[in-house]
């Protein structure tokens, strides 16, 4: 068993002023996808001005944070946001959603495709690259927080956190997920987007990565003690959120290869030049 390393979860304190390292690991992942959208965009022939990238990861860390929230009173604590709808505010008191996020992070990209005139899967795949860090970033938050520990085991990196009322050695489960869906999926979609790809492939790509290592690390997570398992006695949230985006990004690569779904802003002109 490895001792788990005890971090103060304040970073900065300054009087009554209190920086979170969660809070800065949101912005540690804000700056790595501004830095690395803003050398996709240096390269000759992007299509992309910093100004521009500065303008998508604004967009999306509202979208973030919005989505983020709502999703998980939506779809973790939708009791208690009946009871007391105010408390879909209180950010403060924890609760952010990966899923929720997504589709905050989505609406923006939307938004900010039609305010550029850009294409939205074009948009879509520029930014998709650029996600995972932020993830990587966040589970660390969470493993800094002592938060979202995994399911009870005997393994020789087991960990007892100490908000564990039951004392466990636990699954590590946040450094999965900081490996699988942070630094492995960004690797996957950092190489594969790096040479020219069908429309909306990248994106296609970054729903079936996430997808399937978050359904796969969940097996190793403790499910939400007020939920439990949601199916079958095996199925988990999570899970039941993340499977269909497996589903997802099976459709959207088989569409974005095999047929004409996702159109460019160039495709009526590469039409012209072929008829």
């Not at 509202?62 to 946001?81: A, E, P, S, T």
């Not at 085991?153 to 900081?178: E, G």
């Not at 088989?254 to 004409?260: R, S, V």
């Amino acid at each position: 068993m490895i001792q788990f390393p005890q971090i103060n979860p304040v970073a900065i304190s300054l009087g009554p002023l209190k920086i979170h390292w969660y809070a800065l690991t949101y912005i540690g992942g804000l700056a790595a996808a501004w830095y690395l959208g803003c050398r996709r965009a240096d390269k000759s022939g992007s299509g992309w001005t910093r100004v521009q990238v500065t303008d998508l990861v604004t967009n999306s860390a509202i979208g973030v944070i919005l989505g983020g929230r709502i999703g998980y009173m939506l779809f973790y604590n939708f009791g208690n946001l009946l009871d007391n709808p105010t408390s879909i505010i209180r950010i403060w008191e924890g609760g952010m959603s990966f899923h929720g996020g997504m589709i905050g992070v989505a609406v923006a990209v939307w938004l900010f495709a039609r305010s550029t005139g850009k294409s939205l899967y074009s948009v879509g795949d520029f930014a998709a690259p650029l996600a995972p860090l932020g993830l990587a970033f966040g589970r660390l938050g969470n493993f800094i927080n002592g938060e979202l520990w995994g399911r009870a085991t005997d393994v020789s990196w087991a960990m007892i956190f100490p908000a564990d009322p039951l004392k466990l050695a636990r699954h590590p489960s946040q450094l999965y997920q900081f490996a699988l869906e942070g630094m492995t999926l960004f690797v996957i979609l950092w190489l594969y987007s790096s040479k020219p790809r069908p429309t909306f492939a990248v994106t296609g790509a970054f729903c079936l990565g996430y997808g399937v290592f978050r359904t796969a690390v969940e097996f190793f997570r403790e499910p939400d003690a007020h939920l439990g398992f949601v199916a079958l006695d095996w199925v988990t949230r999570g899970q039941e959120l993340s499977i269909p985006l497996v589903i997802a990004g099976l459709v959207i690569l088989y569409g974005a290869y095999n047929t004409d779904w996702f159109p460019t802003e160039d495709r009526g002109k590469r039409k012209e030049e072929r008829g």
